[in-house]
């Protein structure tokens, strides 16, 4: 069996809501669980955040998931009916959508179903994604206030576009603009996702929607989960398949693009961008040997990376390799292959191994 292995840790994920609650005591947690768990795979994170009050998704197949597998919280679907023929399935799995635009309330008021469906209505208050204009917000709520299809109790909710930045003006903007739109209307507010709950404690609203810090990545540059009381929910690990003596001045992988600087010994692990392993991962990028920190060298392939084994003298084959996750932290590889952690766990194929643990 090919050995790279992504271990979900299950302990992590519970206690990582845990801090969720502690960083927003007021509110109730939506977790996000879109893209597979960020990844994760969405059953098993599902199971393990069961403590959670709600579950944020993408689409209504991650409901239909979530449903199989026993879910019984609040279900939202993010961004909600693409089309009419989805309001039949939105209430068989008793979903709440989120309307962000007045054609998906023209759906509504066309749609005849006694049952009502419990929506979200979403403002655009900067970054200008999805949502209606905040001088549209007293219209579109009262809009959908009088359909018989909705049920009357409608959450306000907003997205920032950059809460990473602890001291940005944009997101004090979006703030008091969302505040402003939603003076005087009724409903419950969520404003804030995990950078908004990490730095802006004054817009948690009466709902927080975490995502990447309850898999233990940080979004805040320079930043890891741990600086923030968050354990990481995935390793990624493998093994070394190889040990090669190579001489001073010889080239390493495709391209030839890393020339050895003394004779020396260069690993191989099992491990490639076919495994979801970032391929402009650059030279230099950490791992883990045995516990012991050792750099990428060469380019990433399909199915191997090379490694400088010097330094690690006892090095074996067979030693286990940690590419990300406990004891090094993936948004560390991420800055070293221009991306964010959130990307590196969303890749994750299908042919690695997922096991679980409860650490």
Known sequence: MRATCATIHLGALRENLRRVRELAPGARVMAVVKADGYGHGLERVARALEGADAFGVAA?????RLRAAGASQRIVVLSGP????????????????VIHHESQIDMLAADHDPRP??????????????????ERARAAFTRLRALPSVDRDIALMTHFANSDVFDDALTTHQIERFERAVSGLDGERSLSNSAGILGWPEAQGQWVRAGGALYGIAVVTGKIGADFGFRPAMTLSTRLI???????????????????????????AAIGYGDGY????????PVLINGLRANLIGRVSMDLVTLDLRGLPDAKIGDGVVLW???????DIAAHADTIGYELTCGVTRRVRFVEDDN
């Open 60 to 64: 209504i197949a991650d409901g239909q």
């Open 82 to 97: 693409d089309e009419p023929g989805d309001l039949p399935e939105l209430r068989r799995l008793r979903l709440d959508a």
């Open 117 to 134: 469906l419990r929506v979200w209505l979403k403002l655009d208050t900067g970054m200008h994604r999805l949502g209606f204009p905040p």
């Open 242 to 268: 190889a040990i090669n003596r190579v001489r001073r001045g010889e080239r390493i992988g495709y391209a030839a693009t890393w020339e050895a600087p003394e004779d020396m010994n260069v690993g191989v």
């Open 278 to 285: 970032p391929r402009h991962a650059e030279p230099g990028t």
């Open 325 to 331: 996750g406990r004891g090094l932290a993936v948004e």
